[in-house]
């Protein structure tokens, strides 16, 4: 847990155990790893379709989805067009070995 703090106010990524993936800025969390992000986008890959980025807004993630949480190099970001981006559908992290 205490490797999050130095996320803290930083935008980051996080997914979780259904395949979601979410963007915002990191402005809290406890020990059970429940996550406070503000301007937070959820982006949709589709393997047909443009990928979607919804915004969310001030968004709580519950500790025990979150499968991963990472920092954003904002210019590699920046430069890719995510709308070209296409994705297969991820299975669930508790079927994933199946």
């Given at each position: ?22 963007i915002g800025k990191l402005e809290g969390f406890d020990q059970s ?36 949480v990472g920092s954003i190099d904002e210019e590699l970001e920046n ?20």
């Open positions: 847990m205490s490797s999050l703090k130095e996320f803290l106010y930083q935008k980051v990524k996080v997914i979780t155990g259904d395949g979601r993936l979410f790893i429940n996550l406070i992000l503000s301007s937070t986008i959820e982006r949709i890959f589709d393997p047909v379709d443009e990928t979607l980025d919804i915004e969310l807004g001030l968004y709580i993630i519950r500790g025990d989805s979150v499968v991963c430069e890719i067009d995510w709308s070209s981006v296409r994705g297969a559908k991820l299975k669930n992290t508790k079927n994933a070995l199946v």
